[in-house]
């Protein structure tokens, strides 16, 4: 079946510092949608990213990220984090729309002075 | 995009005893999804809900255990059965109106 993998349990960085969470996933479907969640403490998740074209850099609120087909990777970055970026962030895959996507599991941002 | 909100936020029960967790869309909406979360940790799709048909259910939840009913195109229920300490977690109900999916506030609860 599908899957998404996410390789760092933890990213711990100083504000300022650039960040890069990575994903990478499975799936048996030529075009997958991709999408980066984040969840801040006591909150639900919210999109961050999404992405469905190949080779195309997606932006949003500082982050950014590349759908890589190739590599079948979606790896998140941001150029500076800051202390508001500490929380937990879900990169997750559908293959169609309409249905309910499938979550890796998870990377905790903490950002410290 | 679709609001949906859930009831209640957060319930302590027994064991044993069964609980109702509700979800209301301010929208139509084709298909409802459940979504366990123990403590910062990853989101489990438990099962997807359309109206006026039996959920489908993930591997490893069943519909004994947690019921799901769908009566129309903008409310659900999830049902816990038995409830036991390992039930103890955040549930989420969400919906996917187009790319996007949204979720609900989240129920957390606790089973003593």
């Known amino acids: 079946g599908d899957s998404v993998t996410q390789t760092e349990g933890l990213v711990t960085l100083t504000e300022g510092l650039p960040v890069m969470l990575n994903c990478t996933y499975q799936?048996?479907?030529?075009?997958?949608?991709l999408f980066w969640y984040v969840q801040h403490l006591n909150e639900s998740p919210r999109l961050l990213l999404k992405?469905?074209?190949?080779?195309k850099r997606t932006e949003h609120q500082g982050f950014h990220a590349t759908l890589h087909k190739s590599s079948s990777s979606f790896h998140l970055q941001k150029s500076s984090a800051q202390l508001s970026d500490s929380a937990l962030y879900y990169c997750?895959?559908?293959?169609?729309?309409?249905?309910?996507?499938?979550f890796g599991t998870g990377t905790t941002v903490s950002v410290s002075p | 995009s679709v609001l949906l909100y859930q009831k209640p936020n957060r319930d302590i029960c027994q064991s044993g005893t069964s609980l109702k967790i509700q979800c209301v869309a301010d929208?139509?909406?084709?298909?409802m999804f459940w979504y366990q979360q123990f403590q910062e940790q990853s989101l489990m799709l438990m099962a997807t809900?359309?109206?006026?048909?039996?959920?489908?259910?993930e591997s490893g939840f069943t519909k004994d255990k947690f019921p799901i009913s769908r009566p129309n195109l903008t409310f659900s229920t999830l049902t816990v059965n038995n409830a036991r300490p390992g039930d103890s977690s955040i549930y989420f109900c969400?919906?996917?109106?187009?790319?996007?999916?949204?979720f609900g506030p989240g129920t957390r609860l606790l089973v003593l």
């Open positions: 929208s139509q909406v084709v298909s």
């Open positions: 809900a359309n109206e006026g048909s039996e959920a489908t259910y």
């Open positions: 997750a895959l559908s293959r169609q729309g309409g249905r309910a996507l499938i």
């Open positions: 799936t048996i479907y030529s075009n997958p949608f």
């Open positions: 969400s919906s996917r109106p187009r790319d996007t999916q949204y």
């Open positions: 992405s469905f074209t190949d080779n």
